[in-house]
């Protein structure tokens, strides 16, 4: 499927970005809030793990393309030209979905930023490429600084598979920028949620919304002592906007999340609470993709970096993040039964 709907108007400040998995829950959120601006959007995405219906905003705009295909089949050559940005979001994603099948997690995810990258050094184009804070793996620290040793294990399957990607995908976008001299920036996202988010690939927040919502029992893994920090989309894609089109950040790597952390336990109290279901709370083994050390004990970052470079923090609180989703569920059950 292409959507092209052209225009010959003119923005002075337009400018032409390209976003590879632009129709998954944070790939979207980053198109709509490039259209606002004002910019020209191509989005690449086989809908693999994103949906058509999250571009429904995105579609009416004249300066939007849409384009149904994996990164590799893409025509680049036909579309980008120097100077234009690459926004990198396409990858494997979700715990359920990676672990099913670890060399096509691998597979995919390094070939597709092997592709970007090169369409950047023959292009001269600019690359933003969204890393994840699980490279970071289990240490003594309960937040995760840029300059951290990384304490990752190999042998876990499809989840380390989708780890060591990213982890190697950062490796050549800092090779890239420092041998051709490219504006590439690295961010290592924590766990990120809104209303876009789907429960199909194992995320935490909108799994325990949907079973609070139905009143059925809401599975907590271990003692539930893990701890977690939420980071509403909106922030997450203002620092991507923001650092997609910096001079300043070359072969830079940035946490982007909230730094404040909640055990499982008390996120799943809370939503428990606000929904007023009747939800038994049950502490349940851990699934084989998680059990022994697999699953990461802490995930908080430490944002001084970014805050100081940047000025970002997050402004939305993940009580106010997911109160939002909790009444966009409830409205799309409303519309689904209706």
């Not at 793996?137 to 990213?166: P, Q």
Request: charged fraction near 20%.
């Amino acid at each position: 499927m292409i959507v092209n709907i052209h225009s010959n108007g003119k923005h002075a400040l337009r400018q032409r970005y390209f976003v590879t998995g632009g129709a998954g829950f944070i790939g979207s959120n980053v198109v709509d809030a490039l259209l606002r601006q004002g910019h020209e959007v191509y989005t690449i995405d086989d809908l693999s793990t994103g949906s058509f219906e999250n571009l429904t905003a995105a579609n009416r705009s004249r300066y939007h393309y849409f384009f149904e295909q994996n990164v590799l089949d893409f025509d680049w050559d036909g579309y980008l030209k120097a100077g234009d940005h690459i926004i990198h979001l396409a990858a494997a994603v979700g715990v359920d979905y990676v672990a099913k099948d670890s060399l096509f997690t691998s597979h995919n995810n390094l070939n597709v930023t092997q592709h970007v990258l090169e369409k950047c050094r023959q292009y001269r184009c600019s690359l933003l490429f969204t890393s994840t804070s699980e490279v970071y793996g289990n240490h003594d620290r309960h937040f995760s600084s840029e300059d951290d040793h990384l304490c990752m294990h190999v042998t876990h399957g499809g989840r380390s598979a989708y780890t060591l990607s990213k982890l190697y995908g950062e490796f050549l976008c800092q090779e890239y920028a420092q041998k051709y001299h490219l504006q590439i920036t690295v961010l290592r996202l924590f766990n990120t949620i809104g209303s876009r988010q789907s429960n199909s690939f194992g995320m935490v927040v909108p799994r325990f919304i949907q079973h609070a919502l139905r009143n059925e029992c809401i599975a907590v893994y271990g003692a539930g002592d893990q701890t977690r920090s939420f980071c509403h989309v909106s922030d997450t894609v203002r620092a991507i906007c923001e650092l997609s089109k910096s001079s300043s950040s070359r072969g830079e790597i940035y946490n982007v999340g909230n730094d404040v952390s909640i055990t499982v336990l008390e996120l799943a109290q809370y939503i428990k609470d606000i929904t007023n279901s009747s939800s038994e709370i049950k502490l349940s083994p851990f699934p084989e993709a998680r059990q022994g050390d697999k699953d990461i004990k802490n995930r908080k970052p430490d944002i001084s970096k970014i805050l100081k470079d940047f000025g970002w923090q997050p402004e939305v609180s993940w009580q106010e993040a997911i109160f939002e989703i909790v009444e966009s569920m409830k409205q799309q059950n409303v519309m689904k039964f209706a």
